[in-house]
């Protein structure tokens, strides 16, 4: 363990424990709303602003970070207003700002070569300021994201029963995306744009197989994405490997695994804990009760087709507007 004590290790083992434990937190939302090639493009787009910063000779990393903020703005507003689906403005994001990178990088005489560090990850070459830089930005969505988690949440399961209960969700929709722009740019150094969104998103699918529950689920992938994070840049140490790659290989490691573990777990050990609904039924109008249901309300859950039913009093609960659904 010698190299430890070289300055240049001991920042970049910070870095990726930092990108490794504020990824997978953003990304939970993120997969919860099914936009988990969100990273991706956010990805791309911030390619542009580090190609900007090559032709203007400035830091790349604050102009990434504009410009993917702006990027994730654009796609939201366009995904709210519904001039463009999901999938056309992701497209958008992804060829325009990949291109646009490129070109400037070209014109700036680095070429494709020069943005290899920022697509791959260069987490030996992170300087003090960079470690600085990354830190206050993984505090920013640590803090945000589990601060405001039941509103996240309540947006990111239901929106429209989110509306009723007068969470202001346009507001906190671009809130998330912004969130995830933050943390593609912040992992740029450790695991690359092109890998980025793999760290968002893996350790949250593990994670969903290996615990029930949101919150559970939620913590389990910022232990897998931290511990990733980790062994993967001290697996690069000794064998002289790139370690982004390493990182997004032992996270789809633990996903490979995830699948036998939980399998034997809920089936053989807990199986009264594996509450699955094989045939779902109608819903009926429940009668009147006050208490509201969600996150940490106390009350066990249930995927039920495309959303998550509460056991109350032994039937299942499912949000509907101003009241709630039986069956």
Same mark, same amino acid.
């Given at each position: 363990? #010698?190299?430890?004590?070289?300055?240049?290790?001991?920042?970049?083992?910070?870095?990726?424990?930092?990108?490794?434990?504020?990824?997978?937190?953003?990304?939970?939302?993120?997969?919860?709303?099914?936009?988990?090639?969100?990273?991706? !493009?956010? %990805?791309?787009?911030? &390619?542009?602003?580090?190609?900007?910063?090559?032709?203007?000779?400035?830091?790349?990393?604050?102009?990434?970070?504009?410009?993917?903020?702006? /990027?994730?703005?654009?796609? #939201?507003?366009?995904?709210?207003?519904?001039?463009?689906?999901?999938?056309?403005?992701?497209?958008?994001?992804?060829?325009?700002?990949?291109?646009?990178?490129?070109?400037?990088?070209? &014109?700036?005489?680095?070429? *494709? /070569?020069?943005? @290899?560090?920022?697509? $791959?990850?260069?987490?030996?070459?992170?300087?003090?300021?960079?470690?600085?830089?990354?830190? %206050?930005?993984?505090?920013?969505?640590?803090?945000?994201?589990? %601060?405001? =988690?039941?509103?996240?949440?309540?947006?990111?399961?239901?929106?429209? $029963? *989110?509306?009723?209960? /007068?969470?202001?969700?346009?507001?906190?929709?671009?809130?998330?995306?912004?969130?995830?722009?933050?943390?593609?740019?912040?992992?740029?150094?450790?695991?690359?744009?092109?890998?980025? @969104?793999?760290?968002?998103?893996?350790?949250?699918?593990?994670?969903?197989?290996? $615990?029930?529950?949101?919150?559970?689920?939620?913590?389990?992938?910022?232990?897998? !994405?931290?511990?990733?994070?980790?062994?993967?840049?001290?697996? +690069?140490?000794?064998?002289?490997?790139?370690?982004?790659?390493?990182?997004?290989?032992?996270?789809? !490691?633990?996903?490979?695994?995830?699948?036998?573990?939980? =399998?034997?777990?809920?089936?053989?050990?807990?199986?009264?804990?594996?509450?699955?609904?094989?045939?779902?039924?109608?819903?009926?109008? =429940?009668? #009147?009760?006050?208490?509201?249901? !969600?996150?940490? +309300?106390?009350?066990?859950?249930?995927?039920? %087709?495309?959303?998550?039913?509460?056991?109350?009093?032994?039937?299942?609960?499912?949000?509907?507007?101003?009241?709630?659904?039986?069956?």
């Amino acid at each position: 363990m #010698e190299f430890l004590a070289f300055a240049f290790i001991q920042r970049a083992l910070l870095a990726a424990a930092l990108v490794g434990v504020s990824a997978p937190t953003i990304g939970t939302y993120i997969v919860q709303r099914r936009l988990s090639l969100l990273g991706d !493009g956010l %990805g791309h787009v911030a &390619i542009a602003g580090v190609g900007l910063a090559l032709m203007t000779g400035a830091a790349p990393l604050p102009w990434a970070v504009g410009i993917c903020i702006a /990027g994730a703005i654009l796609i #939201e507003t366009l995904r709210q207003k519904g001039r463009a689906t999901g999938d056309i403005g992701l497209a958008i994001l992804f060829y325009g700002g990949l291109a646009a990178g490129v070109l400037m990088a070209s &014109i700036a005489g680095k070429g *494709a /070569g020069g943005l @290899s560090s920022y697509l $791959f990850g260069s987490l030996n070459a992170i300087s003090t300021t960079d470690l600085l830089i990354v830190g %206050g930005l993984a505090a920013v969505i640590l803090v945000v994201a589990l %601060g405001l =988690s039941p509103q996240f949440f309540a947006i990111s399961a239901d929106e429209e $029963f *989110a509306k009723t209960l /007068g969470i202001p969700v346009r507001l906190y929709n671009y809130l998330i995306v912004i969130l995830a722009a933050i943390t593609v740019t912040t992992a740029m150094r450790t695991v690359g744009l092109l890998l980025v @969104s793999a760290l968002m998103v893996i350790p949250v699918a593990a994670a969903q197989n290996l $615990f029930k529950g949101f919150y559970k689920g939620m913590w389990g992938a910022m232990g897998i !994405g931290l511990v990733s994070s980790v062994a993967g840049y001290l697996i +690069c140490v000794y064998a002289d490997l790139a370690p982004g790659a390493m990182i997004v290989l032992i996270t789809i !490691g633990f996903f490979a695994l995830s699948w036998p573990i939980a =399998s034997l777990y809920h089936r053989h050990i807990h199986p009264a804990r594996d509450i699955v609904d094989p045939h779902p039924q109608p819903h009926e109008h =429940s009668e #009147e009760h006050d208490h509201v249901h !969600g996150p940490g +309300c106390g009350h066990p859950t249930v995927q039920h %087709g495309d959303h998550i039913d509460y056991i109350h009093d032994g039937h299942l609960h499912a949000p509907h507007g101003e009241h709630y659904d039986e069956h």
